[in-house]
């Protein structure tokens, strides 16, 4: 986002506008630095006769102009384009009295005037381009009458080779040419970035939107789920302390454990699918030594895979203060979903490092990794390529919601045949995020 727009945001149907005004202030000291050296180089150069102190005030009067400008920059932008137009409309009577001491129309620099008629069709609204068309018209026609000095650039021939007025004339059309260029480039760049953000904006507002969807979704389905599934287990539990003193059938036995087994199972994806999991930023953030986070995040897992987790610090003990559970979480899916990618009995590994502005802590595999095309949806909801049953497609969508919500990121690297790295990523240094203290 460009800074100055984030806090206030233009008013509708005028970016270009509020766009405009840092580059215009900066674009106005230039054109009198500009103006002044040409003054000078006319009096002290060519050695022409005019009043120089009265050639130049017009310039004293838009470069004081020019510093209120800039401390108007804070106004909100409704008041943009009314601050620009009176802006433009002065350098315009600016430029008529500066060229009316400097030879009045036949002073080449007249080409000026389009400079201000070209800036204001680019920024402003119509009605002003025509309000500038028509005042620049006005004072270059008073000048056919008004000359404040008796300064006059004679008419070029083609048999007088480079004369001072040719040369004039070249010099203006490059310095109209370049402010007409550099200007309404940046202008355009300006544009095209703010337009970029927008896009992320709405990409942004699209992910939120659709985890609003889950989130209504996951409330809904535990809230239906949990009485049926509360049934379940207490008749499941009934079953086995029947199988077992009054039946005593093993086989049933097993078969209540199971059935009891899996509501557990369906009550811990109901969990991961909860509110709590969906909105991490809700979460305190608490400090806790990084060995002990791991450690922690190793207990979630079943006690089969413990095993074949590798863990590997930096040297140092440090603290980190984050959202402990929602840390836990984020990165138990990742392990998961490691061990998932990874032949039976492979290796995963975690490996937790402090870099100068964040945490980063990746969650390396040695399965099959990911084509591509895999590889750019792996963070899309519902998107997975387990086999139906076997997982929803929401671990690394709530993991990647999770670390943008905290200004961090998650990155996923594979390379076909030797495996893919999760890495998350998260800030030290902002206020209020996750941060390091040793």
Same mark, same amino acid.
């Given at each position: 986002?460009?800074?100055?727009?984030?806090?206030?945001?233009?008013?509708?149907?005028?970016?270009?506008?509020?766009?405009?005004?840092?580059?215009?202030?900066? %674009?106005?000291?230039?054109?009198?630095?500009?103006?002044?050296?040409?003054?000078?180089?006319?009096?002290?150069?060519?050695?022409?006769?005019?009043?120089?102190?009265?050639?130049?005030?017009?310039?004293?009067?838009?470069?004081?102009?020019?510093?209120?400008?800039?401390?108007?920059? +804070?106004? /909100?932008?409704?008041?943009?384009?009314?601050?620009?137009?009176?802006?433009?409309?002065?350098?315009?009577?600016?430029?008529?009295?500066?060229?009316?001491?400097?030879?009045?129309?036949?002073?080449?620099?007249? %080409?000026?005037?389009?400079?201000?008629?070209?800036?204001?069709?680019?920024?402003?609204?119509?009605?002003?381009?025509?309000?500038?068309?028509?005042?620049?018209?006005?004072?270059?026609?008073?000048?056919?009458?008004?000359?404040?000095?008796?300064?006059?650039?004679?008419?070029?021939?083609?048999?007088?080779?480079?004369?001072?007025?040719?040369?004039?004339?070249?010099?203006?059309?490059?310095?109209?040419?370049?402010?007409?260029?550099?200007?309404?480039?940046?202008?355009?760049?300006?544009?095209?970035?703010?337009?970029?953000?927008?896009?992320?904006?709405?990409?942004?507002?699209?992910?939120?939107?659709?985890?609003? +969807?889950?989130?209504?979704?996951?409330?809904?389905?535990?809230?239906?789920?949990?009485?049926?599934?509360?049934?379940?287990?207490?008749?499941?539990?009934?079953?086995?302390?029947?199988?077992?003193?009054?039946?005593?059938?093993?086989?049933?036995?097993?078969?209540?454990?199971?059935?009891?087994?899996?509501?557990?199972?369906?009550?811990?994806?109901?969990?991961?699918?909860?509110?709590? +999991?969906?909105?991490?930023?809700?979460?305190?953030?608490?400090?806790?030594?990084?060995?002990?986070?791991?450690?922690?995040?190793?207990?979630?897992?079943?006690?089969?895979?413990?095993?074949?987790?590798?863990?590997?610090?930096?040297?140092?003990?440090?603290?980190?203060?984050?959202?402990?559970?929602?840390?836990?979480?984020?990165?138990?899916?990742?392990?998961?979903?490691?061990?998932?990618?990874?032949?039976?009995?492979?290796?995963?590994?975690?490996?937790?490092?402090?870099?100068?502005?964040?945490?980063?802590?990746?969650?390396?595999?040695?399965?099959?990794?990911?084509?591509?095309?895999?590889?750019?949806?792996?963070?899309?909801?519902?998107?997975?390529?387990?086999? /139906?049953?076997?997982?929803?497609?929401?671990?690394?969508?709530?993991?990647?919601?999770?670390?943008?919500?905290?200004?961090?990121?998650?990155?996923?690297?594979?390379?076909?045949?030797?495996?893919?790295?999760?890495?998350?990523?998260? /800030?030290?240094?902002?206020?209020?995020?996750?941060?390091?203290?040793?």
């Amino acid at each position: 986002m460009i800074p100055a727009l984030s806090k206030q945001p233009p008013a509708a149907g005028d970016p270009a506008a509020s766009l405009a005004l840092p580059w215009v202030v900066r %674009l106005r000291y230039g054109m009198a630095a500009g103006e002044v050296a040409v003054v000078l180089g006319l009096y002290y150069g060519l050695r022409l006769d005019f009043p120089l102190k009265w050639a130049l005030m017009p310039l004293a009067v838009s470069l004081a102009s020019n510093v209120l400008l800039g401390r108007l920059r +804070s106004l /909100p932008a409704r008041f943009t384009q009314d601050t620009l137009g009176s802006v433009f409309c002065l350098d315009t009577v600016c430029l008529t009295a500066i060229l009316a001491f400097t030879g009045g129309a036949t002073n080449p620099f007249s %080409l000026l005037y389009l400079v201000q008629i070209t800036l204001s069709a680019v920024v402003l609204r119509r009605l002003w381009t025509w309000i500038l068309g028509a005042l620049s018209t006005a004072g270059f026609g008073l000048l056919f009458f008004v000359r404040l000095s008796g300064v006059e650039f004679a008419p070029h021939h083609f048999d007088q080779g480079l004369s001072p007025h040719l040369i004039g004339m070249w010099i203006a059309f490059v310095a109209a040419a370049g402010l007409i260029t550099f200007f309404t480039g940046k202008i355009s760049d300006a544009l095209r970035k703010r337009e970029q953000d927008v896009l992320v904006l709405q990409e942004h507002v699209a992910k939120n939107e659709r985890l609003a +969807s889950l989130v209504t979704l996951a409330a809904g389905a535990a809230h239906e789920l949990s009485t049926p599934l509360g049934t379940i287990a207490i008749v499941a539990k009934e079953l086995e302390h029947y199988a077992s003193n009054v039946a005593r059938d093993d086989a049933v036995v097993g078969d209540s454990r199971l059935i009891r087994s899996e509501v557990d199972r369906c009550r811990r994806i109901l969990e991961r699918m909860s509110v709590q +999991s969906a909105e991490p930023m809700g979460e305190a953030p608490s400090r806790i030594r990084l060995r002990e986070l791991l450690a922690q995040v190793s207990q979630q897992l079943p006690e089969a895979r413990r095993a074949f987790l590798g863990i590997e610090l930096a040297a140092g003990e440090s603290e980190v203060i984050l959202p402990v559970r929602a840390t836990i979480q984020s990165l138990v899916a990742l392990v998961q979903n490691a061990f998932d990618a990874s032949a039976r009995n492979g290796a995963v590994v975690i490996a937790a490092r402090q870099s100068e502005c964040s945490l980063v802590i990746a969650v390396r595999d040695q399965g099959h990794g990911m084509p591509p095309n895999v590889l750019r949806r792996i963070a899309e909801p519902f998107f997975t390529t387990k086999e /139906p049953g076997q997982g929803m497609g929401l671990g690394t969508f709530l993991v990647r919601t999770f670390a943008e919500g905290l200004g961090g990121r998650v990155v996923f690297d594979s390379v076909l045949g030797k495996g893919t790295t999760a890495t998350l990523e998260l /800030p030290l240094n902002a206020p209020g995020e996750a941060h390091v203290s040793v």
